[in-house]
């Protein structure tokens, strides 16, 4: 097996931090300038508008970092132990990179559209399933070990508007959103360095560095929020991160590996549940916001919105670590 140098992955990790925490001032006044701003309204704490920049500076932290090591590894000189290792898993997937990448972009500028003109529910969900519906085309998909390409096409499609739709939803309190998302990529970064996936651990801890340079500016108070184009982007980046590794080989064959991403995500996706099925109980339609998050629920038991969030990233980080087992 390659070895791959650590400070790599610690050198990878800052730059998505740094280029992320340092454009966001920039984003903000550019949302702020183009009416991009969260006003004050029902079911909302703050007084004033608060810019929407997170989504925009969380992919800033994506992609300049990923630019850079691109231009780096083929039009430079980098001095790695074993630079093959990186070479070789760009020259694989360069196909399915460009098209995660460019699925990302769609993600917020669907997303955007929607912070500033409040898209219809079946115009939003329509963008969603174009952007997925190409990344399940390049490559990027699901099997569960069936041979059958329709079937394929279809759990993939079904699962990226799954997550994406779960992590928009769980963007209800500050910090909430993007702490899953960080804790998510981190995990899914363990899973795939541990298997000697490396292009996939990198792309996990560009995730986690990005949200983690985002995260200071949101969390515990907010001068920015993620906005429909962050948690957008955050949830189409963790449907993507659980495709790719591949957590059942036969070099590796553990029987359950299948439900590591299922851990993983286990606290959006629950909650996703449990909303859409106590608003169909309702009666209501499953797109309309309220207060029945996992959330909303601990707020009502006491628990100030900080501890709320800080007790669900604990929950995450719990059930997440089974993943590794």
């Known amino acids: 097996m390659l070895t791959f140098p650590l400070n790599v992955y610690v050198i990878t990790f800052l730059a998505a931090a740094l280029a992320a925490g340092m454009s966001l001032p920039a ?6 300038r183009a009416g991009l701003v969260d006003d004050p309204g029902h079911r909302k704490i703050h007084g004033e508008p608060v810019p929407l920049a997170g989504g925009l500076a969380v992919l800033t932290g994506l992609l300049l970092p990923t630019a850079a090591a691109v231009a780096l590894l083929f039009f430079g000189t980098v001095h790695l132990p074993s630079p093959e290792a990186l070479s070789y898993g760009l020259e694989k997937r360069a196909l399915q990179l460009g098209a995660i990448l460019g699925g990302a972009m769609a993600m917020v500028v669907l997303g955007i559209l929607d912070d500033r003109f409040e898209l219809q529910p079946a115009a939003k969900f329509l963008g969603q399933f174009m952007v997925a519906l190409a990344v399940a085309g390049s490559g990027v998909r699901i099997t569960l070990f069936v041979p059958s390409v329709v079937f394929s096409y279809f759990v993939t499609v079904l699962w990226i508007l799954t997550v994406t739709n779960a992590f928009n939803f769980m963007d209800n309190m500050n910090g909430l959103c993007g702490g899953l998302g960080a804790i998510s990529a981190w995990f899914f970064f363990l899973n795939a360095a541990q298997a000697g996936q490396y292009l996939v651990a990198m792309l996990a801890l560009l995730i986690a560095g990005a949200l983690l340079g985002f995260l200071p500016y949101n969390f515990p108070s907010a001068k920015t929020f993620l906005g429909d184009s962050g948690s957008h982007l955050v949830g189409y980046l963790m449907a993507v991160l659980a495709i790719l590794p591949h957590f059942y080989t036969r070099q590796n064959p553990r029987p359950f590996a299948v ?10 996706l629950l909650d996703l549940l449990c909303v859409v099925w106590i608003r169909w109980r309702l009666g209501k339609p499953f797109y309309l916001g309220d207060t029945n998050h996992l959330s909303h629920r601990l707020v009502g038991r006491g628990w100030s919105r900080s501890q709320a969030v800080l007790l669900i990233w604990l929950l995450s980080i719990a059930l997440a670590t089974f993943s590794l087992f």
Do not use: E, G, S, T
């Open 259 to 268: 439900f590591d991403p299922l851990l993983i995500l286990a606290v959006p």
């Open 27 to 32: 984003w903000r006044q550019f949302a702020a």
